[in-house]
């Protein structure tokens, strides 16, 4: 069955502290995996995208890492501002063998504090 | 570019009646669109996927005679919950893709509450 787990599950930091979150995942086929920003009661926005050859991927103050040998990513914010306080969210495609289906992970809840 | 709305944002309906949503593609032209349930502090969980001009795909365990979805053209998708209960009560988003395969676009969600 594919999963993608997410940790921690929440996390708290003052503002301007950077922080890293974590997703393991087991998804067969992999064509991509991506990382979602979630403000409450709105939809997701996406961050970055990376596919199996991509290692890193930034986008501002955003970092991605994609280790495809032992299924892991992590999501690196640097310099945290308060409106990064919002749910994080690691979603993985399957590849054409899996009907490209997405599999989300539960989110890292991240609240920045003054 | 790749924008999706969706409308209403927030709706509170009496249980027994039925609600429809809009998912609608504002720069690009949506083949396939999905719709997504999610519960609070709960990952997105796949309802249907729709393409245009045929019938919506459900997974497992959706009603198809609960959640009824529209898909008649490449710019709007409709999700009617007909009948609605307070456990229906929950955030619907739709996102969109260009073809099928190619990356989901999401829109804002929609907040049901059945009353």
């Known amino acids: 069955k594919n999963q993608v787990e997410q940790s921690p599950q929440s996390l708290i930091i003052l503002e301007g502290k950077n922080c890293t979150l974590q997703?393991?995942?087991?998804?067969?086929?992999?064509?991509?995996l991506r990382w979602y920003k979630q403000d409450t009661g709105r939809g997701p926005v996406s961050l970055t995208i990376?596919?199996?050859?991509?290692n890193t991927k930034s986008n501002g103050r955003y970092t991605a890492t994609l280790d495809a040998d032992t299924k892991q990513s992590s999501l690196h914010i640097t310099a945290s501002q308060l409106s990064d306080s919002a749910s994080y969210i690691c979603?993985?495609?399957?590849?054409?063998?899996?009907?490209?289906?997405?599999?989300f992970g539960t989110g890292t809840q991240l609240k920045v504090e003054l | 570019g790749a924008v999706v709305s969706q409308h209403p944002s927030r709706v509170i309906c009496k249980s027994g009646t039925s609600v429809k949503i809009e998912c609608r593609s504002l720069?690009?032209?949506?083949?396939?669109m999905f719709w997504y349930r999610q519960f609070p502090k709960k990952s997105l969980m796949l309802m249907a996927t729709?393409?245009?001009?045929?019938?919506?795909?459900?997974e497992q365990g959706v009603e198809k005679d609960k959640f009824l979805i529209n898909h008649a053209s490449l710019t709007l998708s409709t999700l009617t919950v007909t009948s609605a209960h307070p456990e229906d009560s929950s955030f619907y988003i739709c996102?969109?893709?260009?073809?099928?395969?190619?990356?989901?676009?999401f829109g804002p969600g929609t907040r049901l509450l059945v009353l």
């Open positions: 996102s969109a893709s260009s073809y099928k395969w190619e990356t989901q676009y």
């Open positions: 997703c393991n995942y087991t998804v067969s086929p992999f064509s991509n």
């Open positions: 990376m596919t199996f050859s991509e």
């Open positions: 979603v993985v495609s399957a590849g054409a063998g899996g009907g490209n289906k997405l599999t």
């Open positions: 720069d690009f032209q949506a083949t396939t």
């Open positions: 729709s393409n245009e001009g045929s019938k919506a795909t459900y």
